[in-house]
């Protein structure tokens, strides 16, 4: 959980396991592609390259985090995290060119069998260094993604498991090649070079995803409901809106409230329901809470609700001589329509005469004006 950092420790902690897990790809990398070559393993070159594109993730992820954690500006009110999102992208497709490299090489050499790598035993001991450096690079990454709630780093994670897996296919190539397979070493380069392929579309598709503001998903939105009806003042939801961006959730929700209660009300209880999103789930960013009186999510609009100042020109046609008495008018739009409550000061309550004629004239005007359904006389307390 975040809670227990601030922002320049989860930057560190990102930017810590990123350049550890660079140096061991740079050193898988030189190890694998040398040992590959001097070796005759194709499956160990093509999972030499696997771990180059590993290295070249960790610098797209070096440079995302720095982009990323940059504070949100006046040309980036959201802040920067898709930035993350497009390396992520890019590194995906980095990933099929690399697999498709991989198996057009390894397929060729399948055609023709003279041209086929015979390796050594020392691959053997390479093969098996990688898959240990790699589980260990794997499980470190992960821990610290979901520290930081990281999805770069998550998904950079998987590319070091997915490497592990990639060694330990190299691993039985190479094997069954010394044990008199000499095709066994291709086909682990070509199926490498799927399991790279594979992890590259993985990553666009998601990223691509999240570019489109696709929403969160159903199980977390179910609980993201549930946390909105269960604060005190919300009658109902009737429109919720989530997305993604970079590791963090937003969210927009239109709540349903009681028509008569005031404004400020109303507010105080959309802080709440913001308040209660963001501590509940950690990577809640930012909530955005819209009051409504009743459900108007599938409300057609035909005409143009009535002003205040339409309203104020309607009183003062209708009472007239009388408006001087009128203290202060409230108004309701519901269902359309308008309810207005005409507030008299409470030293007319004696006044009987005048405020009976202040009912008929508020009568009127329910009788002549469409657009007001009801006209409330109240005396102010």
């Known amino acids: 959980m975040t ?76 802040g920067h995290r898709r930035f993350e999102t497009m390396a992520t992208v890019l590194l995906g497709l980095g990933l099929v060119i690399v697999a498709g490299s991989i198996a057009w090489d390894a397929v060729e050499r399948l055609l023709s069998p003279e041209k086929l790598l015979i390796p050594s035993r020392d691959t053997l001991a390479i093969a098996f ?35 592990a897996f ?3 296919i ?14 066994a070493d291709a086909v682990a380069a070509v199926i490498v070079a799927i399991m790279i392929a594979k992890m590259g579309v993985s990553l666009v598709l998601e990223s691509i995803n999240e570019l489109v503001d696709s929403s969160l998903p159903e199980d977390y939105i179910k609980e993201i409901r549930r946390v909105i ?17 970079g590791e963090d959730a937003y969210i927009d929700a239109h709540i349903v409230v009681d028509s008569r209660i005031s404004v400020s009300e109303g507010h105080m209880i959309g802080d709440v329901v913001r308040d209660n999103l963001t501590t509940e789930f950690d990577d809640v960013a930012d909530v955005l809470v819209h009051i409504d009186p009743e459900d108007d999510e599938f ?13 104020q020109i309607y009183l003062d046609q209708y009472l007239a001589e009388l408006i001087h008495t009128v203290d202060d008018f409230r108004i309701h739009y519901l269902e359309g329509l308008v ?15 005048q405020v009976e004629l202040i009912r008929k004239q508020c009568a009127m005007i329910e009788a002549d004006i469409d657009m007001i359904a009801k006209v409330y006389v109240f005396f102010k307390a």
């Not at 898959?131 to 590319?159: D, P, Q």
């Open 3 to 78: 809670e227990n950092y601030d922002a320049d420790q989860v930057l560190k902690l990102k930017s810590q396991v990123t350049y550890i897990g660079a140096l061991v790809n740079i050193f898988l990398t030189i190890t694998k592609i040398g040992m590959g070559i001097l070796g005759q393993s194709a499956s160990l070159i093509a999972d030499g390259i696997h771990s180059l594109s590993d290295l070249i993730s960790d610098v797209f992820v070096i440079i995302a985090i720095k982009l990323g954690s940059r504070e949100a500006d006046h040309d980036h009110p959201y």
């Open 129 to 163: 260094v990688s898959i240990l450096a790699n589980e260990w690079l794997f499980h470190y990454t992960k821990r610290v993604g979901e520290i930081t709630r990281s999805k770069l780093l998550l998904a950079n994670a998987w590319h070091h498991r997915s490497d």
């Open 166 to 168: 990639s060694s330990v």
């Open 170 to 183: 190299v691993l039985f190539g190479i094997g069954a090649v010394l044990l008199g397979y000499p095709f």
């Open 229 to 245: 009806k269960q604060t005190n003042g919300v009658q109902s939801i009737h429109l919720l809106r989530t997305r993604r961006m």
């Open 299 to 311: 409300k057609s609009e035909h005409k143009k609700p009535l002003s205040r100042q339409q309203v």
């Open 339 to 353: 309810e207005v409550e005409v507030v008299l000061p409470h030293a007319m309550f004696s006044q009987a005469e």
